[in-house]
T-cell receptor, first 110, second 112 residues
Framework: SQQGEEDPQALSIQEGENATMNCSYK?????LQWYRQNSGRGLVHLILIRSNEREKHSGRLRVTLDTSKKSSSLLITASRAADTASYFC??????????FGKGTSLLVTP | DTAVSQTPKYLVTQMGNDKSIKCEQNLGHDTMYWYKQDSKKFLKIMFSYNNKELIINETVPNRFSPKSPDKAHLNLHINSLELGDSAVYFC???????????FGSGTRLTVV
C-alpha cells in the first residue's frame, strides 16, 4: 500500500520565493528520502533523513522530520526556474525497496 | 559513464507481443529494482533483487518475469502485453546501508 502522501499536489511560485512541500506516511520508518523528477527523466536523489534526525540541510534544501506526526517537509529556498520538477518523498518498504508518494509538481516561473 | 542505463528508451508494440527491457548498473550496488510509473506519475515497486536473489515481488502479474544474470544486470521480460501495461518503467539500484537510489532514465512502453 502507498506509504507517502505529498501535499500540495501542485505548487506554483515565482523565482526567488521559497517552496514548501509536505509528506505524510503511515508506518514506522528507518529513513525518509526526497527525490526530484524533471519532465521525461528519471528520479534524482536529493536528501535522506534518518528516523533519529529532526532536520537536515543540503544547499538550498532543508528537510524536517517529525516521527510523532509521521510527517516530513521539504523546503527549497530562493527557488529558480530550474527547480521546476516533480518532488517525491519515499520511505523504506521491508528494508529492500522504497515506497513513493504521489508527488508534488512544482512550477517556478521567472 | 551512465550509472544506471536501461534500454530501450521508447518501446511501442502491439497487444499480445512479448518484449524485454534491459538494465545495467556500473555502481557496484548490490540491490536493483524495477518500478512502474503510471500516467498520474505514481511510482510502484515491482521487483527488488539483492545479489541476484529476488527479494520483493509486489503482486505483479506473472506475465512479468525479471531476470538477474549477475548483480549488475536486471532485465524485465513481459509476455502477452496488454494495454494496461503502458507506462514508464524505471530501473534503479542502491547499496543497502548507504543513501539513495540511483535511477535509470526510464523506458516508455506504449501498447497499442
Amino acid at each position: 500500500s502507498q506509504q507517502g502522501e505529498e501535499d500540495p499536489q501542485a505548487l506554483s511560485i515565482q523565482e526567488g520565493e521559497n517552496a514548501t512541500m509536505n509528506c505524510s506516511y503511515k508506518t514506522s520508518i528507518n529513513n525518509l528520502q526526497w527525490y526530484r523528477q524533471n519532465s521525461g527523466r528519471g528520479l534524482v536523489h536529493l536528501i535522506l533523513i534518518r528516523s533519529n534526525e529532526r532536520e537536515k540541510h543540503s544547499g538550498r534544501l532543508r528537510v524536517t522530520l517529525d516521527t510523532s506526526k509521521k510527517s516530513s517537509s521539504l523546503l527549497i529556498t530562493a527557488s529558480r526556474a530550474a527547480d521546476t520538477a516533480s518532488y517525491f518523498c519515499a520511505t523504506d518498504l521491508y528494508g529492500y525497496a522504497l515506497n513513493f508518494g504521489k508527488g508534488t509538481s512544482l512550477l517556478v516561473t521567472p | 559513464d551512465t550509472a544506471v542505463s536501461q534500454t530501450p528508451k521508447y518501446l511501442v508494440t502491439q497487444m499480445g507481443n512479448d518484449k524485454s527491457i534491459k538494465c545495467e548498473q556500473n555502481l557496484g550496488h548490490d540491490t536493483m529494482y524495477w518500478y512502474k510509473q503510471d500516467s498520474k506519475k505514481f511510482l510502484k515497486i515491482m521487483f527488488s533483487y539483492n545479489n541476484k536473489e529476488l527479494i520483493i515481488n509486489e503482486t505483479v502479474p506473472n506475465r512479468f518475469s525479471p531476470k538477474s544474470p549477475d548483480k549488475a544486470h536486471l532485465n524485465l521480460h513481459i509476455n502477452s502485453l496488454e494495454l494496461g501495461d503502458s507506462a514508464v518503467y524505471f530501473c534503479a539500484s542502491s547499496q543497502i546501508g548507504t543513501a539513495g537510489y540511483t535511477f535509470g532514465s526510464g523506458t516508455r512502453l506504449t501498447v497499442v
